[in-house]
């Protein structure tokens, strides 16, 4: 069971979790709106004024952390974790100030201990320095925090399970084989978004039958992501499904009702992620202004 909000208090617990978000270039985040989830892997910081989680978006990609608003509860699946775990938390969006929010993540990205990840952020760090990466990248520079207050920790499975080919969906053999984690997400009777990782996987046509330690309710709202990154993060794939999921024989079964996906490999990928970055930008700041 999850241990109680006091136990994080203790220093055991709070260096669990900082060592964990100087471990792992991206973490699952789970937000839900009503009894809907939607997971997306963003890259954790810590404070260690105040020994919270931050996870931040760009403003064009404000959809993934959108839900927050109206409901603070969300987890953090933390699968490259010595000892995996998933991380409860009460969340607060800060959006009134994306420069300033821009300024304090440089602070916390300078004090995290040597890494891939540190490395890679630094780098871009660099590169927006530059009038060409303003230029391209001024929108990406821009950040929406979300400062989360740890709840609950629980200790999960952290082994990797491949996607298959899904030719309903359009995944073919290539896209499958490219992603090396498959998590579940569902909300559970308290409302919590709840991930776990899931360890088979099979295809059957337009349904997905999932080997995963998660107690669902036939009919119930879920989603399943797929994704792949490289240590440096300069790398990444992801798709995430969104449909409903019912009990089947010991397993649960997934239905989709919808597919995302997105890539940043090669040279037209970045050009699209550029493009429909500044639009994505353009469009937040104008629903803002509106």
Partial sequence: MPRADKDLLGAPDRDRIRQAVHDSAAVEVATATGRRPQTFPLSPFYDESTDRVVVTSAPAFAGKIEA????????????????????????????????????????????????????????????????????????????????????????????????????AYDVDAAEAASYDRVTLTAVDEAGWPRTDAVHGVDVDGETARLDVPLSVEDGQPACLLAHWHTPGLDKLGQRLFRGRVRSAEGRVAFDPASTFSMRNETLLDRLKFIVQGKRRTRAYFADREG
Avoid at 99 to 108: I, K, P, R
């Fill in 68 to 167: 927050v608003k109206e409901n603070p509860r969300l987890s953090l699946l933390f699968y490259d974790a010595d000892d995996p775990f998933l991380l409860r938390g009460r969340a607060t969006v800060r959006d009134d100030d994306l420069e300033a929010n821009t300024e304090y993540l440089q602070e916390l990205i300078a004090a995290e201990p040597p890494s891939p990840k540190r490395d890679a952020f630094t780098k871009t760090s660099g590169t927006l320095d530059s009038r060409l990466g303003r230029f391209l990248f001024g929108w990406y520079a821009l950040r929406i925090l979300v400062e989360i207050e740890p709840v609950a920790i629980e200790s999960v499975s952290g082994d990797a399970c491949a996607l298959p080919a899904w030719p």
